[in-house]
């Protein structure tokens, strides 16, 4: 994004009261008791939902479009959940201080962790993707305190002083960040020092258009075009939550034989196994994906949404 001239003035000021508004709640749900803090997350989501008509508007939209077969009953039901899952998750990812390594690991069921282990084994890092789903915040946290070195890729908040309070919880945790902007040289170094990057490819991008619930979807190329160029071994990996304080993460290598014919053809063939495994779990469990997000932006603008949506 450019400077703040290139902003209008009402969304700079947007920004930092919704920054403020967030700093300000980290100090409150830090102080919290356990139970009260869980309930008090679930009343912030359900309180955002009234509260912000473009987001609620743009996760119903989202959730119709993407299951046509629900009632309006359903889809306003998962919205809410939505959004009462990720007030709890953001009161969870500010309280992270009072739990204990050994409470974070034994919270994770890790399914298919060997095959990172056995990656790492052979020198040449490991990529995983992974998606704004369920608590993919303690999953990471949960690898690093099993001693893997591990970086995140993440997109910078619009607010400067936000995105330092939240990297800052990463890295007492052992997780390195570095900005999406600045990322292609970083990975490249931590890929060469046999670490483990983690990239989320759930947003809207201005990369390729790959199916995502049967729609194109503009998606980060990056995770396909590294892994074909440089032969790091690429995994998805998704930590759902399953009961109240449990969660199981899933891992699972991505294989892919290129056909070298065309390296943009590959780059799609393997983005689009990844939107498929994406979508796969936030079928089994709607309500932990972040349906409040502008998915296909991109579509929109390019006039493709609504020929994708005609039978």
Request: net charge positive; charged share 30%; proline share 4%.
């Given at each position: 994004?450019?400077?703040?001239?290139?902003?209008?003035?009402?969304?700079?000021?947007?920004?930092?009261?919704?920054?403020?508004?967030?700093?300000?709640?980290a100090a409150v749900v830090r102080r919290l008791p356990d139970g009260m803090a869980e309930r008090f997350g679930k009343s912030?989501?359900?309180?955002?939902?009234?509260?912000?008509r473009k987001y609620r508007s743009r996760a119903l939209s989202n959730l119709a479009m993407c299951f046509p077969e629900w009632s309006s009953q359903k889809v306003h039901a998962t919205a809410v959940g939505v959004f009462e899952h990720f007030?709890?998750?953001m009161v969870q990812f500010f309280r992270f201080d009072r739990v204990s390594d050994q409470q974070i690991l034994d919270s994770v069921e890790f399914e298919g962790l060997e095959a990172i282990e056995a990656a790492l084994d052979?020198?040449?890092g490991a990529l995983v993707v992974t998606a704004h789903f369920g608590d993919w915040e303690r999953m990471a946290h949960s690898v690093a305190?099993?001693?893997?070195?591990i970086s995140v890729v993440a997109r910078d908040s619009n607010e400067e002083r936000t995105t330092k309070l939240v990297n800052s919880v990463r890295k007492r945790h052992g997780i390195d960040v570095f900005s999406r902007g600045r990322a292609a040289r970083e990975i490249l170094r931590r890929l060469a020092a046999n670490e483990i990057v983690g990239i989320l490819t759930d947003q809207n991008t201005r990369e390729i258009l790959v199916p995502?619930?049967?729609?194109?979807?503009?998606?980060?190329?990056?995770?396909?075009?590294?892994?074909?160029?440089?032969?790091?071994?690429?995994?998805t990996a998704f930590c759902a939550e399953i009961a109240p304080g449990r969660y199981r993460a899933v891992v699972e290598p991505v294989t892919f034989t290129p056909r070298n014919e065309s390296?943009?053809?590959?780059?799609?063939?393997?983005m689009s196994l990844i939107n498929e495994r994406i979508e796969r779990a936030v079928r089994e469990r709607p309500?932990?994906?972040?349906?409040?997000?502008?998915?296909?932006?991109?579509?929109?603008?390019?006039g493709l949404l609504e020929k994708a949506k005609t039978p």
């Open positions: 994004m450019a400077g703040n001239e290139a902003v209008p003035l009402k969304k700079r000021i947007e920004r930092s009261v919704g920054g403020a508004a967030l700093r300000s709640l912030v989501g359900r309180l955002l939902f009234r509260l912000s007030g709890r998750l052979k020198g040449k305190i099993r001693g893997k070195k995502f619930f049967g729609i194109p979807a503009g998606t980060n190329e990056a995770p396909a075009a590294l892994h074909l160029r440089l032969g790091t071994p690429l995994f390296r943009e053809r590959d780059v799609v063939e393997i309500e932990q994906w972040l349906w409040m997000h502008d998915r296909w932006r991109w579509t929109r603008e390019l």
